[in-house]
Every structure is written in structure tokens, then in C-alpha cells.
């Protein structure tokens, strides 16, 4: 059975850094374009920044955007969220996401994998 697992999540004082990893089970990261996703309490789920199969095609929201770095070590299957400069209102559930051979894209329809999300809480 395919499986995402999210890690790294934590609380961190605003102005603070957390890494998030995204690591398959069962298959290999290689051939899926990987998207990162958050979702607030009381907030719909948005699209935070996404990869492509080799790593040369990134994408970030507005919100993000300076801030956050996504990245890929295909020899690890892994991917990873470098989140820099957090801010309270980045307090979310951080959610992988996986589609094969896919486009570099923010839309959670796209995506056919799922993780079970980590908590990043951002607060002093």
C-alpha cells in the first residue's frame, strides 16, 4: 500500500525555521510531483508550494513565497518544506501530497496520495 509520512512538524517561536520531510512507504518519491499543503483550524485546506519529478519546477503561494523552500533528494525519496521566518498565521496541519508523473501544481484535486499531516504550531 502506498503511504506518505510527514515529519518535522513542532512548536516554534514566530521568526523561528522548521523543516518538514515527506518520505513514501511502499514506492518510490521518484516519479510523483509532490505538493505541500496546510490546513488552519476552521480554515479550508490551501496549497502551499509543490515540486516536480526532478526538482527544477517548484511552486509557492503568495502567502509563502520568500519564506518557504521545497526540495527534493530523489536518492532518499524524500521531500522536504524548509519553512523560514514563521508566523502565527502559518499555525496549520501540514499535509503531503503525491501524484505520478504529475505537473508542478496547487491543486489538491491533482493529487491521488495522501499523508496524515504534522502539526506546525507557531507561537511565543
Known amino acids: 500500500q502506498l503511504q506518505l509520512v510527514e515529519s518535522g512538524g513542532g512548536l516554534v517561536q514566530p521568526g523561528g525555521s522548521l523543516r518538514l520531510s515527506c518520505e513514501a512507504s511502499?514506492?518510490?518519491?521518484?516519479?510523483?510531483?509532490i505538493g505541500w499543503f496546510r490546513q488552519a483550524p476552521g480554515k479550508e485546506r490551501e496549497g502551499v508550494s509543490g515540486i516536480g519529478t526532478s526538482g527544477s519546477s517548484t511552486l509557492y503561494s503568495d502567502s509563502v513565497k520568500g519564506r518557504f523552500t521545497v526540495s527534493r533528494d530523489n536518492a532518499k525519496s524524500a521531500v522536504y518544506l524548509q519553512m523560514n521566518s514563521l508566523k502565527s498565521e502559518d499555525t496549520a496541519v501540514y499535509y503531503c501530497a503525491a501524484v505520478r508523473a504529475g505537473i508542478t501544481t496547487l491543486m489538491e484535486v491533482m493529487y491521488d496520495y495522501w499523508g496524515q499531516g504534522t502539526q506546525v504550531t507557531v507561537s511565543s
Open positions: 511502499g514506492f518510490s518519491l521518484d516519479d510523483y510531483a
